[in-house]
């Protein structure tokens, strides 16, 4: 991120003055999982532990493939047909049969310490997912083989979950010449409230850029942030009436120019979905994805240069073949 940054002042397509005004916003950076419900997490889990144990040398009393692939498709079916009291017996019997398998490896694990290692997670995941609810509070597994996802609701109409990790994005207020650059890009799990993010993520964009922030813009999600005391006036929350300059109402007009860049990040630079694994994998992507959006900008500043070097060289050419008069 600072080299991209860097590079785009030494070519001239941005000015450090350009980056002490930002705009930060945050969104939600979605893993790669299916849509999770608890007939198919317990499925999973089931099937899961059964591979486990069959490389292990462990003979079940019963795998119950034939028996679970089955409820499932009941449950599945009668889902569909809002059939809730059906579904909800046959959910019932996927939830048994996970319970008979974690129940029986435990058994069979007893007489083999050695084992206890290699069956700690798996039976931890598959217990947890056992005893979850539909809609009970707190920590939740919504993937077996991502369990670090988190669901989070951003209010939107179309997609009122995404599950994922959440992710600060900062911007510039003004556009630069090479275009609207990324300045930082963090993942932040746990999913914490948005205006409990700047303590962290103004000394790292400050770092970045390597200048001190003059103006922070940002959305009306981040009222009652918890900014050090050197930058909480330099805050400014959409929706305030106090304290405006005609400046900073314009710098309000430009907050949304970071959704089309959020856009581009997602569409174009693989934010959209993760497939990287674990925690580490959501913050690496989170800043591969912002490092490339910034040398695409650069990419396409000196395609426009080398554009209008060629342009005038021809036109000097042309103009110096001309005859001249007399």
């Not at 106090?242 to 314009?250: D, H, M, P, Q, T």
């Not at 994998?281 to 060629?310: E, P, T």
Request: glycine content about 8%.
């Amino acid at each position: 991120m600072q080299e991209s940054l860097a590079s785009a002042i030494r070519m001239g397509a941005a000015r450090p003055a350009d980056f002490t005004e930002v705009i930060v916003d945050t969104t939600v950076q979605e893993k790669a999982i299916s849509f999770p419900t608890d007939a198919r997490l317990m499925h999973r889990a089931r099937e899961r532990l059964v591979r486990l144990a069959r490389a292990r040398g462990i003979k079940l009393r019963q795998s119950y493939a034939r028996v679970g692939k089955f409820a499932l498709i009941k449950h599945q079916r009668y889902a569909h047909a809002k059939q809730f009291k059906r579904a909800n017996k046959a959910l019932r019997r996927i939830r048994t049969l996970l319970g008979r398998v974690i129940r029986d490896i435990r058994r069979k694990i007893a007489d083999n310490p050695s084992l206890d290692d290699t069956f700690a997670l798996p039976l931890s995941l598959a217990h947890q997912v056992r005893d979850q609810r539909q809609r009970q509070r707190g920590k939740k597994i919504y993937s077996l083989h991502a369990p670090e996802v988190e669901c989070i609701g951003k209010g939107k109409a179309h997609k009122p979950y995404e599950f994922g990790v959440k992710v600060s994005v900062a911007t510039p207020v003004n556009r630069c010449k090479g275009g609207q650059f990324v300045l930082h890009a963090k993942a932040l799990p746990g999913n914490p409230y948005d205006g409990h993010t700047l303590a962290v993520v103004i000394p790292e964009i400050e770092a970045s850029v390597g200048a001190s922030l003059t103006k922070i813009v940002t959305d009306a999600g981040y009222r009652g942030h918890n900014a050090s005391k050197e930058k909480a006036f330099k805050v400014y929350v959409a929706g305030q009436k106090r304290g405006l300059s005609s400046a900073i109402k314009r710098a309000f007009r430009r907050r949304s120019a970071v959704e089309p860049v959020i856009g581009h990040l997602k569409n174009e630079h693989r934010m959209g979905r993760n497939h990287l694994a674990g925690s580490r994998g959501d913050a690496a992507n989170a800043v591969l994805a912002a490092a490339g959006y910034n040398f695409r900008l650069l990419f396409l500043w000196i395609s426009i240069l080398c554009a209008w070097f060629s342009a005038t060289i021809y036109r000097n050419r042309q103009l110096s073949e001309i005859p001249q008069p007399g």
